[in-house]
């Protein structure tokens, strides 16, 4: 069995200057706080028609059609459906990805 060395350099009291880093973990210089993508635009609406798991996709899957759309979270119980982007959202642009996914758009809901 051989033996293999492995020298361990010391950490660099100084920050790397730039990170090709994703920014996944929050690290990376090109990540972009979770608060600023919020406040740019979260809304949550009240969808009606959705019964299923199959009615979540494909809600989901036509609001992450509308450009800058970064995540949205369907709760089937309620039939709300929150959505941030990095901007504001229009309420037209929402009303026909509903609308394109099968379901009816009841209303903007505050929070």
């Given at each position: 069995?051989?033996?293999?060395?492995?020298?361990?350099?010391?950490?660099?009291?100084?920050?790397a200057a730039a990170s090709s880093c994703c920014g996944?973990?929050?690290?990376?210089?090109?990540?972009?706080?979770?608060?600023?993508?919020?406040?740019?635009?979260?809304?949550?609406?009240?969808?009606?028609?959705?019964?299923?798991?199959?009615?979540?996709?494909?809600?989901?899957?036509?609001?992450?059609?509308?450009?800058?759309?970064?995540?949205?979270?369907?709760?089937?119980?309620?039939?709300?459906?929150?959505?941030?982007?990095?901007?504001?959202?229009?309420?037209?642009?929402?009303?026909?990805?509903?609308?394109?996914?099968?379901?009816?758009?009841?209303?903007?809901?505050?929070?």
């Amino acid at each position: 069995m051989s033996k293999t060395a492995v020298t361990i350099e010391p950490a660099s009291a100084e920050p790397a200057a730039a990170s090709s880093c994703c920014g996944s973990c929050g690290t990376g210089a090109a990540a972009t706080p979770a608060s600023a993508v919020e406040a740019a635009g979260h809304a949550v609406f009240q969808v009606q028609g959705m019964t299923c798991g199959h009615c979540v996709s494909s809600v989901t899957a036509e609001l992450k059609k509308i450009e800058g759309v970064t995540e949205v979270a369907v709760d089937l119980a309620t039939g709300r459906v929150a959505v941030d982007a990095t901007a504001p959202l229009a309420d037209e642009a929402v009303a026909a990805a509903i609308d394109e996914a099968g379901y009816d758009l009841v209303g903007r809901l505050d929070g």
